[in-house]
């Protein structure tokens, strides 16, 4: 599959998902609004995506958790073509 370049965030979010089948924040530590372009893909666009706590340490030795959101294989078609309607613009 083919896809062109992403042209604002919510496309780069939902790229990386079609492309490795799962994103999350420490896919995109310089955007501060990954879990809004989550929720959009999830609310307004319908994208079904499975979330899993996962927990790490930093390098303070401080437990923390974070989602990792997976797309499922039978999701990609629905998302190649959500990502195709919502990469049109800059905004």
Known sequence: MELSTPLNYRARVLYTL????SASLKDFPYLAGFRTRISELKRKFNVNLIPTVVTDVDKYGSHYYYKHHSLPPEEVNNAIQVYNLINKSKN
């Open 18 to 21: 079609i492309e490795k089948g």
